[in-house]
Nanobody
């Protein structure tokens, strides 16, 4: 079983910062692509940031310049450093662990999410 556990969420004032962690076990972590998604009440789940096994990153336009995704393969953990937080960042943040090829999904695992609330 691949386990994905998010942590680090909480309540923060607008303009503040939080660092989310995604701890992964049960896989060869360095081979995985990791993404952060978020879902606000009434909204669909959206991709926030991703980092590939090779270290390439991508971000939603809404968070570019404010969020940084990184990975520590030695600790089997991906981080999402969130700065200059806005009320619209309020959501449950989910970590997704993915590994696949053209014809086979090896891993597609989700955590339970961590709540981020940004007050104005």
């Amino acid at each position: 079983q691949v386990q994905v556990v998010e942590s680090g969420g909480g309540l923060v004032q607008a303009g503040g910062s939080l660092r989310l962690s995604c701890a992964v076990s049960g896989s060869i972590f360095s081979r995985n692509d990791i993404s952060w998604y978020r879902q606000a009440p009434g909204n669909e789940r959206e991709l926030v940031a991703g980092i590939t096994s090779g270290g390439s990153t991508n971000y939603a336009d809404s968070v570019k310049g404010r969020f940084i995704i990184s990975r520590d393969n030695a600790e089997n953990t991906v981080y999402l450093q969130m700065s200059m937080l806005k009320p619209e960042d309020t959501a449950v943040y989910y970590c997704n662990v993915f590994r696949g090829g053209r014809n086979l999904v090896v891993i597609n695992a989700w955590g339970q999410g961590t709540q981020v609330t940004v007050s104005s």
